[in-house]
């Protein structure tokens, strides 16, 4: 049992060379501590734009933000102008960063004021400094009477999200959603090298659709709550099995939200992480400063050097 286990492992790290030590994985922006809870991430090409979700301890608020790098160093944090009293997650900015896709439970039109089941929506824009667009739903046939959460977008367009259907293998699954030039297919159910009867979700697609980082929630090769994996595709096409990141990236924690920088082979994540300890206080601030910024388990960014091969 112990060789094959170490088989395993020197075949995952000749696939992948990871960050072999916890000090390489660090929280994004300490400065988005002042907030309870910090999640999803995505940013652009260039590096100088950044969009994330932030929600209350127990989540019954959930909004947008964006920071942008001026002269190396970033903004204050700023909500999208088009936010409002629905929830809204897990934006993502399309290749060419001028259409922005999120989730909301907001009404399909403004005439009515009851919210939706989650559903996926983007804005547009003609130009990085120009303003979004007012939401459009994303419709038929990727949304339905269902639940569906965290789009990720290749760079031809084609779709990759979560949802909670009856007719999947497990609790939260995995579907794509092929572009046609001007809609999308009906969703297609990934494969059970990917799905199981378990929960997984939110799923990063790479930019040549070669390869695909997702969350499964307690899984048997596992660290005990929400751990990261990647599948990458065989010669055919097809969706290789998944395989776990390991550790530092997962912990016993929960580990979710993954978004990959091509560029610059950088893993960004979210986890609930928790290494806090106490020590002596000089002041107040000194231990709300000391609480605030270290990992708490509550819900923050976390980033990594990540190549993969």
């Not at 190396?72 to 001028?98: A, I, R, T």
Request: neutral net charge; contains cysteine.
């Amino acid at each position: 049992m112990k060789i094959t286990k170490l088989s395993i492992l020197l075949l995952f790290i000749s696939n992948l060379l990871l960050a072999q030590n916890k000090s390489d994985i660090t929280q994004f922006n300490k400065s988005l501590n002042q907030f309870h809870n910090v999640r999803d991430f995505s940013i652009s090409k260039d590096g100088k734009e950044v969009y994330f979700t932030i929600q209350s301890p127990n989540q019954e608020i959930s909004q947008l933000a964006y920071i942008k790098k001026e002269s190396n160093k970033w903004s204050e944090p700023e909500l999208l102008s088009f936010c409002d009293s629905y929830m809204y997650l897990e934006p993502f900015l399309s290749f060419d960063n001028n259409r922005l896709f999120f989730v909301s439970d907001r009404p399909l039109n403004d005439s009515i004021s009851s919210k939706k089941d989650f559903d996926i929506w983007y804005v547009d824009r003609n130009k990085e400094n120009n303003k979004w667009s007012k939401p459009k739903n994303i419709g038929k046939p990727v949304n339905s009477e269902l639940d569906q959460f965290y789009p990720s977008v290749s760079k031809n367009n084609n779709l990759y999200f979560t949802m909670v259907s009856p007719l999947g293998i497990g609790k939260d699954d995995i579907y794509f959603c092929k572009w046609e030039g001007d809609k999308y297919s009906n969703p297609i159910l990934l494969s059970e090298n990917i799905n199981s009867a378990g929960y997984e979700f939110n799923a990063f697609i790479s930019e040549k659709e070669d390869f695909l980082i997702f969350s499964k929630y307690k899984e048997k090769d596992g660290q005990g709550s929400g751990d990261l994996y990647i599948s990458k595709k065989d010669e055919k096409g097809k969706w290789k099995m998944a395989t776990n990141l390991g550790i530092p990236v997962n912990t016993k924690y929960m580990e979710y939200c993954p978004f990959y920088d091509e560029t610059n082979q950088i893993l960004y994540f979210t986890s609930k992480r928790n290494n806090l300890k106490s020590r002596s206080f000089n002041t107040i601030s000194d231990l709300k400063k000391h609480i605030n910024d270290s990992n708490n388990g509550l819900s923050k960014i976390y980033m990594t050097p990540l190549k993969i091969e």
